[in-house]
């Protein structure tokens, strides 16, 4: 925590810049309480900061606005961003798994999210290239082997994780995860993703993940993208599947209009969490 609470606005917003700069991204939350000031006094400094050109103004906190497109965010900055609508998805994305199946879940935040709730689903064949992810079953089996849940043995996911280099994301790519990928089959995918739209598709900022991704997506029956509403309109440096590749998306209720429309023309299974579904006779 910054002990001068008198800071001059100058200040405090260069102290901003660095911290967007040096970690990849910053949180609200977190400038409060290093800088001892109050949440308006800070999102009153992006503003500015933003309006300048310096930083990009996203839900929840800031990211450097050099090279948007290419830039990935730190797994703990982007886990600050839509927390509500992430857990909402996760929530009903993991009706979509069908018990005895085989998986497979890709990086970011919104599987992380998932992960937690795949715990209920019982005897799962789970194959990620997630640490995050991974480490959500491991724990889970850990605690039920010491009798800390309670759920039989028998129930639990066969977890797999793929090899690979670490992103800033905690994702493992590159080519011995492709190579782990490509020989498998997947009843069913869960994909996160950077950035949506009409034509890049599905986007991620690094272009490692981009072919993992792409390898995910070839070796799965179906295809869920588990995206909240802000990656609408997002493009990545690297695009590594159509619109058309998606078999159901999973969303928050945010989403807009025109791209509900998008994925209506392209018979794309819309489930929006929160939302009841639309009457198959209407």
Same mark, same amino acid.
């Given at each position: 925590?910054?002990?001068?609470?008198?800071?001059?606005?100058?200040?405090?917003?260069?102290?901003?810049?660095?911290? &967007?700069?040096?970690? !990849? %991204?910053? =949180?609200?939350?977190?400038? #409060?309480?290093?800088?001892? $000031?109050? @949440?308006?006094?800070? +999102?009153?400094?992006?503003?500015?900061?933003?309006?300048?050109?310096?930083?990009?103004?996203?839900?929840?906190?800031?990211?450097?606005?050099?090279?948007?497109?290419?830039?990935?965010?730190?797994?703990?900055?982007?886990?600050?961003?839509?927390?509500?609508?992430?857990?909402?998805?996760?929530?009903?994305?993991?009706?979509?798994?069908?018990?005895?199946?085989?998986?497979?879940?890709?990086?970011?935040?919104?599987?992380?999210?998932?992960?937690?709730?795949?715990?209920?689903?019982?005897?799962?064949?789970?194959?990620?290239?997630?640490?995050?992810?991974?480490?959500?079953?491991?724990?889970?089996?850990?605690?039920?082997?010491?009798?800390?849940?309670?759920?039989?043995?028998?129930?639990?996911?066969? &977890?797999?994780?793929? !090899? %690979?280099? =670490?992103?800033?994301?905690? #994702?493992?790519?590159?080519? $011995?995860? @492709?190579?782990?990928? +490509?020989?498998?089959?997947?009843?069913?995918?869960?994909?996160?993703?950077?950035?949506?739209?009409?034509?890049?598709?599905?986007?991620?900022?690094?272009?490692?993940?981009?072919?993992?991704?792409?390898?995910?997506?070839?070796?799965?029956?179906?295809?869920?993208?588990?995206?909240?509403?802000?990656?609408?309109?997002?493009?990545?440096?690297?695009?590594?599947?159509?619109?058309?590749?998606?078999?159901?998306?999973?969303?928050?209720?945010?989403?807009?209009?025109?791209?509900?429309?998008?994925?209506?023309?392209?018979?794309?299974?819309?489930?929006?969490?929160?939302?009841?579904?639309?009457?198959?006779?209407?």
């Amino acid at each position: 925590m910054v002990d001068n609470q008198n800071l001059l606005a100058e200040q405090r917003r260069a102290l901003i810049l660095d911290e &967007v700069r040096r970690r !990849g %991204g910053v =949180r609200v939350n977190e400038l #409060t309480r290093r800088l001892n $000031v109050s @949440d308006m006094t800070v +999102r009153r400094d992006l503003d500015a900061l933003a309006r300048q050109g310096m930083i990009e103004k996203v839900h929840g906190g800031a990211l450097p606005v050099s090279d948007a497109s290419a830039h990935e965010p730190g797994f703990e900055v982007k886990s600050g961003l839509e927390p509500s609508a992430k857990a909402e998805i996760a929530k009903a994305a993991a009706e979509l798994a069908v018990p005895g199946s085989a998986i497979a879940l890709a990086g970011g935040t919104t599987a992380y999210a998932l992960a937690q709730r795949l715990l209920e689903v019982p005897e799962l064949t789970v194959v990620t290239n997630s640490v995050r992810v991974a480490d959500v079953f491991y724990n889970a089996q850990r605690a039920a082997a010491s009798g800390g849940d309670g759920r039989p043995p028998a129930e639990a996911a066969t &977890v797999v994780l793929t !090899g %690979g280099m =670490r992103t800033p994301s905690d #994702t493992l790519v590159g080519p $011995v995860a @492709d190579a782990a990928i +490509r020989s498998l089959h997947f009843d069913l995918l869960f994909l996160g993703v950077h950035g949506i739209s009409v034509e890049a598709g599905l986007s991620t900022p690094n272009l490692a993940e981009a072919e993992t991704n792409r390898h995910f997506v070839r070796s799965a029956r179906r295809v869920v993208v588990v995206a909240d509403h802000t990656k609408w309109g997002t493009v990545g440096l690297s695009s590594f599947a159509a619109l058309d590749d998606v078999d159901v998306l999973v969303t928050d209720a945010g989403l807009s209009a025109e791209a509900r429309a998008e994925f209506a023309e392209r018979s794309t299974e819309l489930l929006v969490a929160g939302e009841a579904a639309p009457d198959a006779d209407s």
